[in-house]
């Protein structure tokens, strides 16, 4: 199985700032058909999770233009450029590549400072 | 409008048998794969099943292979996870998602003597 690995597990921001979060997997997620199956959730304090990005930089509809995701083969990032009070959650990586089974990393918490 | 609204859940005691139901609304659902995920309180999320679009392969995640079956109703737009010997580990809060992109509220699963 691929093994999603996330840091920081804990990340206190300062509202307006920046924050990124990284994400690697444990073989390269460059999928045969040469698209990369990573996507990023954001799980809001009693929420359910709610996808943000899928295949590496793509933004769902409805996602601020602040979040960003970047990254190839094992290594991938998500930003956001200026941190505000409705960011703070949990948010989790997941690979779609080499399924079954999809895996999640352990995911980040972000609040703020 | 996407709509995913999980049922089924409850109290259950170690051994016992639970089905969830998840009711698909807003969009074609006979052509959409369909996934579980679960979440242990105050854990991270794992997959635990998916079905595809017309019912005819599934897949499942290793601690519930043998235990939990995933079926579909694609005139009823329901998918459903039938889940036999259950055992504490498998207390967790059950998401139905549409190829992970959207996700119902999620239904709370307890088993507990």
């Known amino acids: 199985d691929v093994v999603m690995t996330q840091s920081p597990l804990s990340l206190p921001v300062t509202l307006g700032q920046p924050a990124s979060i990284s994400c690697r997997s444990s073989q390269s997620l460059v999928h045969s058909d040469g698209n990369t199956y990573l996507s990023w959730f954001q799980q809001r304090p009693g929420q359910s999770p709610r996808r943000l990005i899928y295949k590496v930089s793509n933004r769902d509809s409805g996602v601020p233009d602040r979040f960003s995701g970047s990254g190839s083969g094992t290594d991938f990032t998500l930003k956001i450029s200026r941190v505000e009070a409705e960011d703070v959650g949990v948010y989790y990586c997941?690979?779609?590549?080499?399924?079954?089974?999809?895996?999640f990393g352990q995911g980040t918490k972000v609040e703020i400072k | 409008e996407v709509q995913l609204v999980e049922s089924g859940g409850g109290l259950v005691q170690p051994g016992g048998s639970l089905r969830l139901s998840c009711a698909a609304s807003?969009?074609?659902?006979?052509?959409?794969?369909m996934h579980w995920v679960r979440q242990p309180p105050g854990k991270g999320l794992v997959w635990v099943s998916r079905i595809n679009s017309d019912g005819s392969s599934t897949n499942y995640a290793d601690s519930v292979k043998g235990r939990f079956t995933i079926s579909r109703d694609n005139a009823k737009n329901v998918v459903s996870l039938q889940m036999n010997s259950l055992r504490a580990e498998d207390t967790a809060v059950y998401y139905c998602?549409?190829?992970?992109?959207?996700w119902g509220q999620g239904t709370l699963v307890t088993v507990s003597s």
């Open positions: 998602a549409r190829s992970l992109d959207y």
């Open positions: 997941m690979q779609g590549t080499h399924w079954p089974p999809w895996t």
């Open positions: 807003g969009f074609t659902f006979s052509t959409y794969w």
